[in-house]
């Protein structure tokens, strides 16, 4: 099953330009990760946030979480070409378990130069 | 330092052949998982080893694939007998106590 899931599915920007993706889950979490994947090959761990925090950046990233809501969002700043990529939110705590990712289907981000 | 490897980045093989995938986690990682990936979709959790032992292995299909990690660092996932479905990117990855699971570059598996 997914729990996560990732809105749009699709989004394409022109570079400079921020782009945003949100993130909806089920049940409750200890974690919440977003990685990044390019060519449907490795995945790139970009930030980690916590169920007891609510915001975190990191560079041009900034990511939101609302527990109350079920939702996260990464914002993506002042975007570039090579930032273009499939971004998958995932979450633990399905079953009660800490470690067990489940991943959305994601969004595929364009960024046009 | 190194990032989680996998071995090999690709691999074709006929239906009903066996086959074994291995990862190398980061360094100190005693976590490490197998998960699998289909076109379009999230990665799908396979199994989870904490040190030696599969603490979680409910994300294994079925009995075809097994998993080892008899040392606690390379871990082995081993799938007998495959079938067309088994075709998909094979992920592994690794994690400290308490961090982020970092993943490998994957396998593409091709069963003919």
């Known amino acids: 099953s997914q729990q996560g899931e990732e809105d749009p599915q699709a989004l394409s920007i022109q570079e400079g330009e921020n782009a945003t993706m949100n993130c909806s889950y089920k049940t409750s979490i200890n974690n919440l990760q977003w990685y990044r994947q390019n060519s449907g090959r490795g995945l790139v761990h970009l930030i980690l946030i916590r169920s007891n925090e609510r915001e975190k950046h990191s560079g041009r990233l900034r990511v939101t979480l609302d527990t109350s809501k079920k939702s996260s969002s990464l914002l993506i700043t002042a975007s570039r070409a090579a930032d273009t990529a499939s971004y998958f939110c995932?979450?633990?705590?399905?079953?009660?378990?800490?470690?067990?990712?489940?991943f959305g289907k994601g969004t595929l981000l364009t960024v046009n130069p | 330092g190194a990032g989680v490897s996998q071995t090999p980045s690709n691999k074709v093989t006929e239906k009903g052949k066996y086959v074994e995938l291995r990862c190398d986690p980061i360094s100190g990682h005693t976590a490490l998982y197998w998960y699998r990936q289909s076109l379009g979709q999230g990665p799908e959790f396979l199994i989870y080893?904490?040190?030696?032992?599969?603490?979680?292995d409910s994300g294994l299909p079925n009995d075809r694939f097994f998993a080892v990690r008899p040392e606690g660092s390379v871990s082995t996932l081993k799938i007998q007998r495959t079938e067309r479905g088994d075709s998909a990117v094979y992920l592994c990855?690794?994690?400290?106590?308490?961090?982020?699971?970092?993943f490998g570059p994957g396998t593409r598996l091709t069963v003919l």
């Open positions: 080893f904490q040190g030696t032992g599969a603490a979680d």
């Open positions: 990855a690794s994690s400290s106590a308490g961090g982020g699971q970092f």
């Open positions: 995932a979450t633990d705590g399905e079953g009660g378990s800490n470690y067990k990712l489940t």
